[in-house]
């Protein structure tokens, strides 16, 4: 089945450890994107890649990072300087720019105490 | 700059009534695009439909129908005979033409449908 994967589902960790969140698609997008979403909230974007080897910076990149050094594969860190990390992650990826709809994982959920 | 406003924050029907759902956006660019995801309990977002901003016929997919009207800078959609299965927070969400597809959503408006 063509879709996206994230991995894990739920996510604990302690403060002041990074944390790598996995994202895969076999839809053979070009493009994919990392959101957060907090309680009550739209989402919002983190970093977006359009091309591997290549991202950008999103509303909110900071205490994050990213890499994209294959096409299927967008992983996000979630480093100690974020200030505030418990949050739903959600990885999107689109067929163009994202001018198409953007397909989405089933997300995960990050809790750091 | 480039907002999306869904004024309603809850929404509570009872199975078979009709529901709309609103959404208002702001942009400056003259090509853009629209959407509207669904995000179920399980928390994965669900494309419903996209509309660009020189198309504004209005969309009917089964009991779902949407209402597109640049006067307004509206994007609205209707649920017809609502049933348990939609309760759901529902999103719409932006793109203006010349970005790099940062979507811009709203925050969203959670639709209870009761039996």
């Known amino acids: 089945d063509g879709g996206i994967t994230q991995s894990p589902k739920y996510l604990f960790r302690k403060e002041g450890q990074n944390v790598t969140l996995s994202c895969e698609q076999n839809l053979n997008h070009d493009a994919m994107y990392w959101y957060r979403q907090d309680p009550g909230q739209g989402l919002r974007l983190i970093y977006y890649?359009?091309?591997?080897?290549?991202?950008q910076k999103g509303d909110i990149a900071e205490g994050y990072s990213v890499s994209r050094e294959k096409k299927e594969s967008f992983p996000l860190t979630v480093t100690s300087a974020q200030k505030n990390p418990t949050a739903f992650y959600l990885c999107?990826?689109?067929?163009?720019?994202?001018?198409?709809?953007?397909?989405f994982g089933p997300g995960t959920r990050l809790t750091v105490t | 700059a480039q907002k999306v406003t869904q004024a309603q924050t809850e929404i509570s029907v009872v199975e078979k009534e009709d529901v709309t759902l609103d959404c208002v956006y702001e942009t400056r660019d003259t090509t853009y695009y629209l959407f509207w995801y669904k995000q179920p309990p399980s928390g994965e977002l669900v494309f419903l439909i996209r509309r660009n901003s020189f198309d504004e016929q209005n969309e009917i997919s089964g009991r779902y129908s949407w209402n597109f009207q640049k006067s307004t800078s509206s994007f609205n959609f209707t649920i017809t005979a609502s049933q348990v299965v939609d309760s759901a927070v529902y999103f719409c969400?932006?793109?203006?033409?010349?970005?790099?597809?940062?979507?811009?959503f709203g925050k969203g408006t959670k639709l209870s449908v009761k039996p």
């Open positions: 969400a932006l793109v203006e033409g010349g970005s790099q597809g940062n979507l811009i």
């Open positions: 999107a990826s689109s067929n163009y720019r994202g001018l198409d709809e953007q397909y």
């Open positions: 890649s359009q091309i591997v080897n290549d991202f």
